[in-house]
Every structure is written in C-alpha cells, then in structure tokens.
C-alpha cells in the first residue's frame, strides 16, 4: 500500500472509541511531509459504517 485513503476525521472516530491517538503525529504534519501519502475520500454514509459499530455488541475498543 502506498497511501491512506480516509473518509471520517479523529473527531468522529474518537466518538465512537477508535482512540488511534497514535497516528495523530503523523496526520499533524502537511501531506507533502508525511511518510505514507493520504487522500481524503468523503463518502456520503460513512458515519453509518461507525454508528453501526458502535451498536455492536461485543464490539472491541482500540
């Protein structure tokens, strides 16, 4: 894999107890400076795929 490709933000994870804190340091920096290329993809329904995990039962916090 060469990038990442994301659709919510850590605000949105965090609500649902994705507590991946530590890429923070990594996402603070400009796109052109980190390590692996990101590309915002906005995805209409993606906070549907974290409402549905945060209904599951037996569910895993990270």
Do not use: Q
């Not at 605000?11 to 390590?35: C, M, N, Q, S, W």
């Amino acid at each position: 894999m060469d990038r990442v490709y994301f659709s919510v933000n850590r605000h949105d994870a965090a609500g649902v107890e994705f507590l991946d804190g530590f890429i923070y340091e990594e996402l603070t920096k400009p796109f052109e400076k980190r390590a692996l290329p990101m590309v915002h993809v906005p995805c209409d329904g993606a906070l549907d795929v974290f409402e549905a995990w945060m209904r599951l039962e037996g569910r895993v916090t990270y």
